[in-house]
């Protein structure tokens, strides 16, 4: 018998089939979920909690030793009010999720503390979804109702110093930890609160991670690292969560330390081991609608302060016209990312989004630009495995007519046939792997100092591929 139907009719220890829990009903049952056998208990005893000592639950920081033994005591007396039959384990664990839902962020604890956990996405109070390892799954877990989340979403946004109510119904906030945190409540969102976070990962990956993930290979990192090394202006191409902030740190660490960097982002994520490093973060603008900083304002400010490199988080809006300016007036080696799904379109994005400044320039000067300014795009991917690959490292050319000529130097073809996927360890992608084509890139690099020879190009059919231990050691001609 479940433990829900034993708290159900006040008679424990009869055994029954509990599989029919296994599967939860509720607004978004295509997924399978398991259901919380406590979630009647636990609400009940939350509810009564809260009446008790509620008004001392959020007053902020202090005290807070004091306030968890309060509430280790009240919900241990009112369990033991609560007829409801339990274990020990059983007790001892509702205990600890109360004393979560009270104390910390509720049900979120367990995923906070998680390091396999890189995102918690609540949809709504019923609908909690995970991403572990790359793939993204729904959780048994759920919130009492939508007081109950947006009590924990103020929770975690008061700590910043935000607010969120429905003046400001929209808020992106980064926690001291670093996590990445979005929360956007009725009515604009129409079934109820939702959050979003980003979990800040305390050890950051590196480019060996990324080689051992089979992210990229270790020719087209040796290749990537140089590119940085040798200052091309590259361009960090992909989806939501295809991994581009993630790539673009890895990309900054081949930065040589003497270079002075400035980093400018939205919510500072970038985690660069370098010490000449300036991180600069925007502002929102307060209640009354002023003092907000824009990554374009922020853009602008680095060119006053004698940067040697610039790395934008993301370009989405106006400051790409800066960001362009600055490639384009001999501010090289400069980093961004962007939205989009190919090489091609993540070009006319750029586009678009000088567009957005307002200037008013043919669409053929502003593609001109671009191309100038770009050497290099790299396209990152979330395949529907989960796994995050680089697609394409593919070099940007000069206008012919009214098309920008690009080439792919390495490209990650899908596999196609049973074997081949079982010689690349049943990816859906084949390795990144060389076109063959020498990039016109090999002269800027050689002016700033990185050699690489132009046998390093041919393709693994012509050449063995170059050890993975290699990796960052300079390269041999
Ligand atoms: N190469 C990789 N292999 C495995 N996981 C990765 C890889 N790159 C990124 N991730 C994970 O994917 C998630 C999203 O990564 P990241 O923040 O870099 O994506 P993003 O494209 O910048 O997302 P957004 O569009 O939201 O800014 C993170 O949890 C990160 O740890
Ligand atoms: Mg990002």
Do not use: W
């Amino acid at each position: 018998m479940s433990l829900q139907s034993r708290i159900q009719s006040g008679r424990p220890d009869e055994r029954g089939d509990d599989e029919a829990r296994e599967y939860g009903g509720g607004p978004a049952a295509s997924q399978p979920m398991v259901a919380d056998p406590y979630a009647d208990l636990k609400s009940r005893i939350h509810h009564e909690i809260i009446t008790k000592i509620g008004s001392r639950l959020f007053a902020g920081p202090g005290g807070d030793g004091e306030l968890a033994e309060k509430v280790g005591e009240a919900v241990a007396e009112a369990l033991a009010i609560d007829k409801t039959p339990l274990t020990r384990q059983e007790r001892a664990q509702v205990t600890r999720e109360i004393a979560d839902d009270i104390l910390g962020y509720g049900p979120l604890e367990p995923f906070l503390r998680d390091d396999t956990i890189s995102e918690i996405m609540v949809n709504s109070a019923h609908t909690i979804f995970i991403e572990r390892r790359g793939k993204i799954t729904r959780s048994s877990a759920a919130f009492v109702d939508d007081q109950h989340l947006l009590r924990i979403i103020d929770k975690i946004i008061s700590r910043v110093g935000r607010r969120v109510d429905e003046g400001s119904p929209m808020v992106d906030a980064r926690l001291p930890d670093g996590s990445r945190v979005n929360a956007i409540i009725p009515p604009l969102a129409v079934k109820g609160p939702t959050l979003t976070i980003r979990k800040f990962r305390k050890d950051p990956f590196t480019m060996e991670d990324l080689l051992k993930f089979g992210t990229l290979t270790p020719k087209a990192g040796q290749f990537l690292e140089a590119c940085v090394r040798g200052k091309l202006n590259i361009l960090i191409s992909g989806g939501t969560g295809s991994g581009k902030t993630t790539t673009l740190n890895v990309l900054s660490s081949a930065i040589p330390s003497d270079e002075r960097i400035i980093t400018v982002e939205d919510a500072a994520e970038l985690q660069l081991r370098q010490e000449h490093v300036i991180t600069l973060e925007t502002r929102p603008a307060n209640v009354e609608g002023k003092g907000q900083v824009t990554i374009r304002d922020l853009v602008r400010n680095t060119l006053r302060m004698r940067p040697d490199r610039i790395i934008v988080g993301e370009c989405r809006g106006p400051e790409t016209v800066d960001m362009l300016q600055a490639m384009n007036t001999g501010h090289d080696g400069s980093l961004t990312t962007a939205h989009a799904n190919t090489p091609r379109d993540a070009l006319a994005r750029i586009e678009t989004l000088v567009l957005t400044a307002g200037i008013d320039l043919p669409l053929r000067a502003i593609r001109e630009q671009a191309s100038s300014a770009f050497d290099l795009i790299v396209q990152v991917s979330r395949l529907v495995d989960g796994s995050r690959r680089i697609t394409h490292v593919t070099e940007v050319l000069r206008m012919e007519s009214d098309v920008v000529t690009l080439q792919d130097i390495f490209l990650a073809k899908p596999v196609e046939t049973e074997s081949e996927a079982r010689s690349t360890g049943n990816r859906l992608l084949g390795p990144l792997t060389p076109t063959g084509i020498k990039p016109d890139c090999l002269d800027k690099l050689a002016s700033n100092g990185v050699n690489l020879p132009t046998t390093f190009f041919q393709t693994d059919a012509d050449r063995p591929a170059v050890a993975t231990g290699a990796f960052g050691r300079q390269i041999a001609s």
